[in-house]
């Protein structure tokens, strides 16, 4: 039995759905078959907040596509475990782990692979605000991609985030419209609500809070559906900017507070902390507008 994962690679930020078949009766598993029982061991690690449990398991999976020199199986458990990698902030393996796609060259990865890998890449650069290097990777994805591929649509919102970095909000605007169409075309819910984010983003640049608050309320019920905490968290965070930049604080303090109710529940510290501290500011700016009294 060939299972659909080993197919499909989900990037930024989803993790790859593991197979549902049940595992082998006779032991050991072995090929294919103990690729995709290290998967779903993987997958239930994630399911339960083990992060470390889930590399170790894309580790093995890793391993046993290499033992079998199944190309697919390892390109798609190195973008895997690069990405728990990530999540555990453990950015040098995660880059280690996408080398064994990026300077594989000898297994004949896929143009699809090779632009899933260099898109994680991208991102891992950017996320350390190392754009000039995100944006040769982002390149080298998109020319993998060619005219078109399952990643076509996280690479504008990537090009976009870089855009935005770069204070163009204009050029953010454009690709994440481009993202935006593109993945409605395709059907990706994630990426569209990446991309609505990212306008969100760019407009709260521009001041418009108005189109800010549309284009993040849109984002916001997508996340919602498809139940990603990380993207509700920046959605909320997001709202709350915008609020606060319409002259909301009451509603602004209300996105924040339920952003770091998500993140407390998603176990993410550091999300928990960013909220609790715009919370905090802004009740300092609550005090610094408030007229002061005269001395009796």
């Known amino acids: 039995m060939r299972c659909p994962w080993l197919r499909t690679a989900a990037l930024l930020p989803a993790f790859l759905a593991a197979c549902v078949a049940p595992p082998p009766a006779s032991p050991p598993p072995s090929g294919e078959a103990a690729v995709i029982e290290a998967n779903r061991r993987a997958d239930v690690y994630l399911r339960g907040g083990d992060l470390e449990g889930a590399a170790r398991q894309y580790r093995e999976a890793v391993r046993l596509a290499r033992s079998v020199e199944d190309a697919e199986g390892i390109a798609a458990n190195a973008i895997n475990l690069s990405i728990v990698y990530q999540r555990l902030g453990r950015r040098e393996d995660a880059r280690a782990s996408l080398a064994i796609v990026l300077e594989g060259g000898r297994l004949g990865f896929s143009g699809e692979r090779m632009a899933q890998a260099a898109l994680r890449r991208s991102v891992l650069d950017m996320e350390e605000r190392r754009f000039a290097g995100a944006g040769e990777w982002l390149e080298r994805a998109a020319a993998y991609c060619g005219r078109g591929c399952s990643v076509s649509a996280a690479i504008q919102n990537v090009r976009g985030q870089l855009a935005l970095e770069a204070e163009r909000p204009d050029q953010a605007a454009a690709s994440a419209r481009a993202a935006l169409g593109a993945s409605r075309t395709s059907g990706d819910r994630a990426e569209a ?104």
């Open 193 to 296: 609500a990446n991309a609505l984010r990212l306008l969100g983003a760019a407009a709260i640049r521009t001041g418009d809070a108005g189109a800010a608050i549309g284009y993040l309320g849109e984002a916001l019920a997508i996340d919602r559906e498809l139940a990603a905490p990380r993207k509700i968290y920046l959605d909320l965070i997001a709202l709350g900017r915008a609020n606060a930049l319409r002259g909301d604080r009451a509603a602004a303090r209300s996105f924040y507070e339920r952003a770091s109710a998500v993140s407390e529940a998603d176990r993410d510290a550091e999300g928990a902390a960013q909220a609790r501290a715009l919370i905090e500011a802004l009740g300092e700016n609550l005090q610094a507008r408030q007229p002061a009294r005269a001395a009796p």
